[in-house]
């Protein structure tokens, strides 16, 4: 059997003393991960002994809490070693509660801040998983529904996807990557693991101080991954050093928003990446060199898969083996996936070279008045009149129109907020009048959002005629 | 009983105060392919109509299509 590319990766040779991970103003080596995983995995082994009763034949299943990047990839190495099944937790936002219901994990790790080669180690006294566990890591999304469910995934292939887009994206060529994203996140995962793979010191960026960003891009040439509106966020907010390479991955990056960063820094290399949990990471790539000439396409899918678009709904599908076993639901059942085409979800085209361009997603398509409109499209036209503003466009019921289009933008109240009357000119002179949003709202403070970070949709749209409507 | 004719007048002053006042807003005048009205003024003119007409309105009852101008409006409405 082929060596598993963890183990594979741990001990090939590595420069032990290179800088694996910083974060919180704390570096660690290569050395000190991989002693820590080593540490780790014999504290797993003699909990193993515990377990037996409660999990049978299944493996162990344990929380990784994220917030501490150098402990989490430590203990991900472990749990690997070991055999047991890794949930990625985002230990800061998310309460344990809210993963077990779906995922029943057996135990629970806490590392004091800056200990990265010992943990305690809790038993969970949740219900045992009823079963057939799949997979050796459980990525938590709470996708469109809002309720959280397991993705049964194999680490191994998540990290020969990190491998593979990182080779599209030549980051060999950065000395280092930063990233300021949880990487409890399978985009926070995918980068810290690209870093990992290409011997690149991993800069964790977040809870660090205004200065952290200057100096990390000022110690040579640091590639930077983040969502869309994170590349833009650091672009207004570094003034002399710059990102070598820029890579947005999450959500879609708007050609507005290329420009918006190549216009600020002309040198960064901006890539683009489209991925989804349930595919093991990135699933298409759009690299520098290619993006200029087409900004608004997703890219070409990544060694490994196939796309195809389907006939009858317009939906992007991708086939690969990276494809999960299957979601682990609320209520403890797990759902296999069926073998064979994964729908994406989101509605697209594949060009005569292989080249995805994504439209929306398939539910981001609703008629108004008959005529068929995506939100996607209005989002992106509002992007250079809301560069710094947080908004979004759904569809949402209305009694006359059926379904129409409304524009939720956020209110800081620092007095940057268009009137009405400006959003209407500047949508009119670009779409045509049936996109126009019929409603538009204002959200106080922020878009409400749920634990993954994404935008709470159902809860604006459930609740949109209880905002304040925009003057 | 009242006229197509006089459905159409009473449209054209329904929706003249949400076109831009410079514009001659004759029977067949492009409504939607001109820009004068878009997906948030048809909301306001469809509130507009079902006071003015004494009609109920359903869901999607008026589509894009049926706003091209005042008169395609007219027809759309007198079979209501």
Known sequence: MAASVVQSASLRRRNGAATAISSRGKSYSVAEILKAAKALAQQFSQVRQNLAARIGLNPPCVLLPSSQPAAFLAALIAARMEGFISVPWRDAVIPPDAIADAVRPDLKLHFDEGVIDRCSVKMLDSDAFIGERHGDIIMMTSGSTGQPKGVALVLDQILLNALSAGAVMEIWKCTGWAIDIDVGLMSGLNHLLMAWQFDLPCHHLSAGGDDIYETTFSTGAVGFGGSPIQLVRMGNRLDSSCPVMMVSSGDFLMPSMIDQVLERFPDTLVHKLYGLTELGGRFCCMPHQFLLGRKESAGLPLPGFRARVSAETGVIEARSPLLTAGYYLPGGDFSPMKDGWFSTGDVGSIDADGVVTLNGRSNDVFKVGGEKVDRHTIEVELAPLLPAIDYCVLAVEHRLLGQCAALFVVDSGSGDLPKWAEIVAHLRSRLHPRFIPSLMYKVEGALPRLASGKIDRESLRSSHLSFQRLQ | ?80
């Open chain 2, 1 to 80: 009983m009242t006229s197509n004719e006089d459905i159409l007048n009473e449209i054209i002053s329904i929706v003249r105060p949400f076109v831009d006042p410079s514009l001659e807003l004759t029977p067949d005048f492009a409504l939607i392919d001109s820009g004068a009205i878009d997906s948030a003024s048809m909301i306001n003119i469809l509130l507009e109509l079902e006071g003015r007409l004494g009609i109920q309105l359903g869901a999607a009852d008026l589509t894009f299509e049926q706003f091209q101008s005042c008169r395609t409006l007219a027809g759309a409405l007198s079979s209501k």
